[in-house]
């Protein structure tokens, strides 16, 4: 008996210090020895087994594997892992011990490979293990991992977390992948139960279970023989996920309206700011300006010069991008007016020729000068991401900061045109030339003015669109054309017009295109605006009284 | 006496002129008919510098059939009515002997009538929607079957998807390749309701609605994928949609047919990881011949930056085969290469061996890849063997019957095998 102690005694010690020294044991390094020998198909077992050992380090080693920090140094096959350092090197840290190795560059290393279902697996795991993470936002998200398809194992390890948690959401999120489970694998009353908690849900999960359900029970009453019928239960199972899906659907059609509200507003937003220029110059100037679009083009490569210039600063960026893009432009459009188009007053042919000759020379300037390739404007981390009102709708930040920007130039320039002396000039200028010199305003230096702040405008444009859309030497192009519909379809002269315009034009191509596709809508919208013309030629809000002769 | 001194130098004169000129002849023209301006110069300004390159790579191992090659470059300037006439510039007034050229199929389509009758030769380098063969057309990209056809057995297989979203750019190219794959996966028992079908035009910026159908359609239940045959620059605004939307690759990944190292290049690729491509080729696969493929390009072109792509390697190993055939015909005549050609072996950048057949298309090994966050692909699945191009897809009711061999006795693009006739329409 006490032989046997002793031999226990001396077997579990040794392991103990082991433990201790290393924070390991003998399965996890023969695990982790095994991973630079192992195939994406052998991969899954051997994340089980590593799974399996309950090891303190499995989360370091998963979440390494996972982000793709995982690597192998080739010449002895010791797993580390690897951060890229600010001189190009891979600093390296043992995965088991934390020792650090001296930084190596990257032919010295091997990276151990994943591919998406072993992420999916991972992520899996690793949800499990974030169950009791102290961030109730970090909790929920494991939860919605586990949600998309929980097990017997995950659902009992959900109930024991449901006891303990204190955060609402996450408490009905653990209710709602109960409930999943529930109606997977749990008996008939178990399943009635689970899908009048799954109807209150939104959760693509519990519309999935729910249809997978009802097609099963219909599977099963084309099964039945003549005569028999499904049990009472069944039928009772079967009219409450009818009603559930029902109900889930009406929630859906209200969401997915207010998704395509979403779209429309966001794609006129950004109409909005490419034609609130071409407002200015061809609205209040009577120019036909097609170098229009290449203002934009010029304020997007700003855009990417000022983050080529700074590249830590990403996040401001755009703050310092959008004044930058407004000079650029803005001088350009100077230049453009004090060198050409002066000399084309009266003449718009001549004018519509040079500028479109001004169009290409800009666009061959920026080839020479950037490439012909596109060229890389990265988004701030504060323009990515969406934000989620529920788990079917949910806005994508950039898109509602580009309608709040495009509303606040709008308004901006508003005010600028209704409030200042310059817009009084400008307006004067605009309604009677003739009669606006005669009280001395020098038409000639508004006119400059005038053309440079809508071109100004197109360069904020750009930055706007460098964050939505490749920056190359064709940007302007595919907006040109858009912006002449919206400012002659709001009336040419007219800003609410333009406003206006824009909406209407994108709501109507967003809600064209779930139902005809994005080519045939583009088709349909503009089939729509030539009849609309037709009828009324001088557009949306025509511009009444003597100047608009 | 003095006139004779007179003739004799005269003629001495005369002949070194006419050596001489005999000289410039003596040169093997090479065409290459690649844009340089307008859309397609993106892509194809790449192309046209691997051939270069391979020009000078082969006259520094002493030309061929003891010639120079010399290189005539043209630019169609992505005007697909222009590459018909730049092709007869190249074969009628410049006299090449071969030309490497064309990117779209619209652009080879329009090549194709002259090359036909003026008998010349044309290496076309990119993947491609089949449905034809020409004998005067040696396809070295890649054929349906040997690019969307294993990526949907990948996806089928290996990832477990049901539900499909075929997106495309609206043209041929995405249009063949779609119909192919929707009688591919109707074949395989997938329901039409499970099957989603969406075109875009060129340049397409605002993807907004339709990322969010696809997000719709797959949260039905079944794991969804997204086979995308979208092209150019539109990519770069859908993957970004995708990112912004929420949309992971272990959620509905994107396997992408036009998507490469050259695309993805100078690119922010983070949001991308996991999303899937298909290809012949990836820079990061490791072997001897490509370490020095990717070496002596980045010399070349002198920027260490420099990617490589799949289309590179086709026109590779297109330039390679011809100048193999050139030696084993003994002559750069087209009919003879045409013949000699067959059965010509050169080995992959990837490992392995490609083969030209009877049908003018290669045996290639077919690789997907992961994107990784450098923009780099990380191989995850690859056919165990090699497949053959097959130039007239299985999956269509009107060219099932159809195989393409150039070779005696049959010497037909368009045979009908049931029929035992030749239709001699070629595309």
């Known amino acids: 008996m006490l032989r046997i102690c002793c031999l226990l005694l001396c077997m579990l010690l040794p392991c103990n210090s082991f433990a201790e020294s290393t924070a390991s044991n003998p399965e996890l390094t023969s695990a982790i020895s095994k991973l630079p020998k192992n195939s994406l198909r052998e991969l899954p077992k051997l994340i089980e087994t590593i799974e399996a050992t309950e090891s303190p380090k499995i989360k370091t080693i998963l979440t390494s594997l996972l982000n793709g920090d995982l690597y192998y140094i080739r010449a002895n096959k010791q797993v580390v892992r690897v951060v890229k350092n600010t001189e190009g090197l891979y600093d390296q840290w043992h995965i088991l011990t934390d020792e650090q190795y001296p930084a190596v560059t990257k032919s010295k290393l091997k990276k151990i490979r994943t591919n998406n279902s072993i992420r999916g697996q991972i992520k899996s795991v690793l949800a499990l293990l974030d169950l009791s993470h102290k961030d109730p936002s970090v909790r929920l998200e494991a939860v919605k991992r586990i949600l998309d398809n929980p097990d017997k194992e995950s659902t009992a390890r959900l109930k024991k977390r449901l006891a303990k948690e204190s955060d609402e959401a996450v408490t009905q999120t653990i209710q709602v992948a109960i409930s999943v489970a529930a109606l997977k694998f749990g008996s008939l009353e178990e399943q009635i139960a689970a899908v ?54 009406q929630k859906r059609d209200i969401y997915s309206f207010a998704e395509n509200l979403f779209f429309g507003i966001s794609l006129g937003s950004v109409l909005l700011l490419a034609a609130i220029g071409l407002a200015i110059t061809f609205g209040v100037m009577g120019v036909i300006n097609m170098a229009h679009g290449e203002m934009m083009m010029l304020g997007a490569y700003t855009t990417y010069v000022i983050q080529q210039m700074f590249p830590e ?231 009444k009284g003597r100047s608009a002769d | 006496m003095k006139f004779k001194k007179l003739v004799a130098a005269s003629s001495i004169i005369a002949s070194s002129l006419v050596s001489q000129m005999a000289m410039a002849a003596d040169t093997i023209k090479v065409g290459v008919l690649h844009s340089l301006s307008g859309t397609m110069a993106i892509s194809e300004t790449t192309l046209k510098d691997t051939v270069l390159m391979m020009i000078e790579e082969q006259n520094k191992a002493g030309g061929l059939l003891g010639k120079k090659l010399e290189p005539v470059v043209v630019d169609p300037a992505s005007n697909w009515p222009l590459f018909a006439e730049k092709t007869r510039e190249l074969l009628a007034k410049e006299k090449v002997d071969v030309i490497f050229g064309c990117w779209t199929s619209v652009s080879r389509k329009s090549a194709l009538p002259v090359l036909e009758e003026l008998n010349g030769l044309l290496f076309y380098p990119v993947q491609y929607e089949g449905e034809e063969s020409s004998k005067n057309v040696f396809y070295t990209g890649a054929a349906p079957n040997q690019q969307a056809i294993p990526a949907v057995d990948y996806l089928m297989n290996d990832i477990g998807a049901e539900r499909w979203v075929l997106a495309g750019t609206d043209y041929v190219y995405p249009r063949t390749t779609n119909k192919i794959l929707k009688a591919y996966l109707k074949a395989k028992g997938v329901k039409e309701k499970d099957i989603m079908v969406n075109y875009t035009p060129f340049g397409h910026s605002d993807w907004q609605s339709i990322v969010a159908d696809i997000k719709k359609f797959g949260s039905k239940g079944k794991k969804t994928a997204v086979v995308s045959t979208i092209n150019g620059d539109a990519n770069v605004p859908f993957y970004k949609e995708l990112g912004n939307q929420g949309i992971s690759a272990d959620d509905i990944p994107v396997v992408a047919f036009s998507v490469g190292e050259e695309e993805l290049s100078g690119f922010d690729t983070s949001p991308l990881v996991g999303h899937l491509a298909a290809w012949n080729y990836f820079q990061s696969v490791e072997s001897d011949e490509n370490t020095k493929f990717i070496k002596a390009w980045k010399k070349y072109i002198g920027d260490k930056k420099r990617v490589t792509n799949d289309p590179m390697e086709a026109t590779y190993i297109g330039f390679k085969m011809w100048a193999k055939a050139v030696e084993k015909a003994g002559t750069t005549e ?94």
């Open chain 1, 196 to 249: 009048s908690v799954l109807a209150e849900s939104l959760e693509p999960a519990a519309n999935n279970v729910l249809s997978r359900t009802k097609e099963s029970l219909t599977e099963k009453t084309a099964e039945l023989a003549e005569g028999e019928t499904l049990s009472a239960q069944e039928k009772t199972l079967q009219t409450a996920v009818n009603k559930a899906l029902d109900k889930i659907e």
């Open chain 1, 313 to 543: 600063l990403i996040n401001y960026s755009l703050f310092m991008a959008i004044p930058a893009a407004f000079l650029v432009s803005g001088l350009v459009g100077i230049l453009i007016e004090r060198g050409v188009i002066r000399y084309l007053k009266g003449r718009p042919l001549e004018t519509l020729l040079a500028t479109f000759g001004i169009s290409l020379i800009l666009q061959q300037l920026v080839r020479t000068i950037f490439s012909p390739l596109n060229r890389q404007v990265q988004a701030p981390d504060w323009m990515s991401g969406s934000l989620e009102i529920n788990p079917i709708f949910s806005l994508t930040y950039n898109r509602l900061y580009i309608i709040i920007f495009s509303l606040a130039v709008f308004f901006a320039l508003m005010l600028i045109l209704k409030k200042t002396p310059l817009g009084l000039h400008v307006r004067a200028v605009a309604q009677n030339r003739e009669m606006a010199r005669a009280l001395s305003i020098k038409s000639d230096w508004v006119d400059a003015i005038t053309f440079g702040l809508g071109s100004g405008i197109a360069g904020i444009a750009g930055v706007v669109l460098s964050q939505l859309t490749n920056v190359g030497p064709n940007l302007g192009q595919s907006y040109i054309i858009d912006s002449f519909l919206v400012v002659v379809f709001g009336g040419v002269g007219n800003l609410w017009g333009t406003l206006v315009a824009a909406m209407s034009l994108g709501s109507m191509n967003k809600f064209l295109e779930p139902l005809t596709g994005s080519v045939l809508a583009n088709i349909i919208v503009l089939v729509g605006l030539v009849l609309f013309i037709q009828k009324r030629p001088k557009g949306l809000f025509p511009q």
């Open chain 2, 334 to 427: 087209v009919d003879a290469v045409s013949d000699a050609i067959i059965g010509v072996t050169v080995p992959n950048l990837t490992g392995g061996i490609a083969v030209m057949n009877a049908n003018h298309h290669l045996s290639k090994p077919v690789l997907i890849g992961e994107i990784q966050d450098d923009g780099q692909f990380e191989v995850v699945w690859e056919t165990p063997d090699t497949v053959i191009g097959d130039a007239w897809s299985d999956f269509l009711p009107s060219s099932k019957n159809l195989i393409s061999d150039w070779t005696a006795p049959v010497k037909c693009g368009n045979f009908d095998v049931t029929t035992a006739k030749c239709s001699g329409q070629n595309f």
